[in-house]
C-alpha cells in the first residue's frame, strides 16, 4: 500500500536534492573545516557558502548564523546563552503558555536554577496578546521568548508587535521559528527579533542540524566549551553534511515558497471545508487564518484521537495526536488546555500537518476515510447523540 505522509510537523522526507548534495561531503570532500590543508579548506568553503544561504534566506548576515544540532539546541543555546550572560543585568525571562517542549523545559530548568519565568497565556485560538507580554515586563526582565508558528495548532503569533515591545524595553528578542521557517516568509529584520531558531528536518532537510540566528552585537554565552567553532559560540567540529543539506533545504525553500504556501493553504483550505461540513461535532483548533499554510487540527467530539490514527494509519495514512514531541504522553495536550479545551475534547483531536509533495487526491481519500471512521466510532460510542 502506498502511504500517505501528513505529518511534516513532526518531520519531512529530506528532498533527493538534498540527499545528492549531501552525499559528496561523505564520500569525498571529507575535510575538517578548521584544518589549514587544501581538504580542510574545501570543508571550510562549503560551510562558509552554506552559511551564506541560511543568512540570506532570512535576511541575515552569515556572521550572524550558528550552525547547531537542531530547534532544541538553538532553543537552549538562544535562552540558557542569554540567561547565564546577562544573569547579573536580570533574571526575569517571559515566554508563552504554549511553546514546545524545548522552550518550556528550557523555562523550567532555568526556573530551578535562580531565574523567574512568566508564562503569558493565549486566547481562544492560541494567539498571545502583546499587551499581555507589555503588562508582565518588570525592572528585572532580561528576555522574551514567543514561536513564531505553534507546533500543534499552527497558530502565528504577532511577533513584530511584541519585539517592538521588547525593544521598547531594552529587552531582548527571541522567537522559535521552527515551524515557520520554509512555509511562510520570515525575515529577522521584518520580525525585529534578536535571535531565532531553525531546524533542518521540519524543511526537507536532514535531521540533527539546525542554526539559531543571533543579531550581530548581541553576546551569549556558549553552552558548549571547547575549540573557537561558530563564532566562539558553540564549539565541535562542524557537521559539514548535514550543514551542506539544511543549506540545500534553504535553497529549495527559497525557490518554492510561494508555490509551496498558495499549493498548501489550497489542500489545507479543502480539507478543513470538507471535514467540518460533512462530519457533525468537529471543530477546528486554534486560529481560522492566522495559521501556518500546512496545518489541519480538528477536534472530533465522541470519539479517541488515538483510535483515529491507528484507524488511519490501517488506510496507509500517517498523521498525529497532538503534538509529535508528546504524542507517548498520555497528559492532555498543554496548548489545546491553553485554548480552554476541556480533557474530553482535546483526546479527541487530530493534526494533519501537509507537505508540498501531497495532493488534492489525497486530501479526498483522507476525507473520506475519516468520515467512515468516525461514522464506524461514533456508532460503538455509549456517548454518542443519537440525533
Ligand atoms: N521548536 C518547535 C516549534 C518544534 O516544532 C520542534 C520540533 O518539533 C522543535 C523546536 C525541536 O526541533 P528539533 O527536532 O530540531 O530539535
Redesign the pocket.
Known amino acids: 500500500m502506498k502511504r500517505i505522509y501528513m505529518d511534516h ?3 519531512t522526507k529530506p528532498d533527493p536534492e538534498v540527499v545528492n548534495a549531501m552525499l559528496p561531503y561523505y564520500n569525498e570532500f571529507f575535510g575538517n573545516a578548521s584544518s589549514l590543508h587544501s581538504t580542510g579548506q574545501d570543508a571550510a568553503k562549503v560551510l562558509n557558502r552554506s552559511r551564506e544561504f541560511v543568512a540570506d534566506f532570512i535576511g541575515a548576515r552569515s556572521d550572524e548564523i550558528i550552525f547547531t ?5 538553538s ?1 537552549n543555546l538562544a535562552l540558557k546563552g542569554i540567561a547565564y550572560h546577562k544573569k547579573n543585568a536580570g533574571k526575569h525571562i517571559i515566554t508563552s503558555i504554549i ?2 517542549p ?2 518550556l523545559n528550557t523555562c523550567k530548568y532555568l526556573g530551578e536554577t535562580g531565574f523567574n519565568i512568566t508564562y503569558v497565556p493565549v486566547d481562544d485560538q492560541g494567539v498571545v496578546n502583546p499587551e499581555d507580554v507589555a503588562a508582565a515586563i518588570t525592572d528585572d526582565t532580561i528576555l522574551i521568548s514567543i ?1 513564531h ?3 500543534e495548532i499552527g497558530t502565528i503569533q504577532p511577533i513584530k508587535e511584541i519585539s517592538k515591545i521588547a525593544h521598547e524595553h531594552d529587552i531582548l528578542m527571541h522567537t ?1 521559528a ?2 515557520s521557517v520554509g512555509k511562510i516568509p520570515v525575515n529577522v529584520d521584518d520580525l525585529g527579533v534578536d535571535m531565532l ?1 531553525i ?4 524543511i526537507y532537510g536532514p ?1 540533527g542540524v ?1 542554526a539559531l540566528y543571533v543579531r550581530k552585537g548581541t553576546r551569549l554565552q556558549s553552552l558548549v566549551q571547547g575549540g573557537a567553532h561558530e563564532f566562539g559560540k558553540r564549539a565541535g567540529t562542524e557537521n559539514i553534511p548535514g550543514i551542506v543539506g539544511f543549506a540545500k533545504a534553504i535553497e529549495l525553500a527559497d525557490q518554492r515558497l510561494s508555490e509551496d504556501e498558495k499549493h498548501l493553504i489550497n489542500l489545507r483550505d479543502t480539507m478543513i471545508k470538507k471535514l467540518l461540513d460533512s462530519i457533525p461535532y468537529s471543530y477546528l483548533n486554534g486560529h481560522p487564518t492566522q495559521r501556518l499554510p500546512n496545518n489541519v487540527h480538528i477536534r472530533f467530539n465522541f470519539v479517541e484521537g488515538e483510535s483515529l490514527l491507528m484507524m488511519l494509519n490501517i488506510k496507509g495514512v500517517d498523521v498525529s495526536t497532538g ?3 508528546s504524542s507517548k504522553s498520555l497528559e492532555p495536550s498543554h496548548v489545546l488546555m491553553a485554548l480552554g479545551i476541556s480533557p474530553e475534547e482535546i483526546h479527541g483531536s487530530l493534526r494533519i500537518t501537509m507537505g508540498r509533495e501531497n495532493t488534492m487526491d489525497e486530501v479526498d481519500y483522507v476525507v473520506e476515510n475519516l468520515i467512515e471512521i468516525l461514522k464506524k466510532l461514533r456508532a460503538m460510542s455509549p456517548i454518542t447523540p443519537k440525533d
Open positions: 510537523g513532526a518531520t544540532s537542531g530547534g532544541t539546541e532553543d511553546e514546545h524545548a522552550i514561536m508558528a505553534n507546533n522559535d521552527v515551524q531558531s531546524s533542518g528536518h521540519k535531521k539546525g503534538s509529535a514531541c
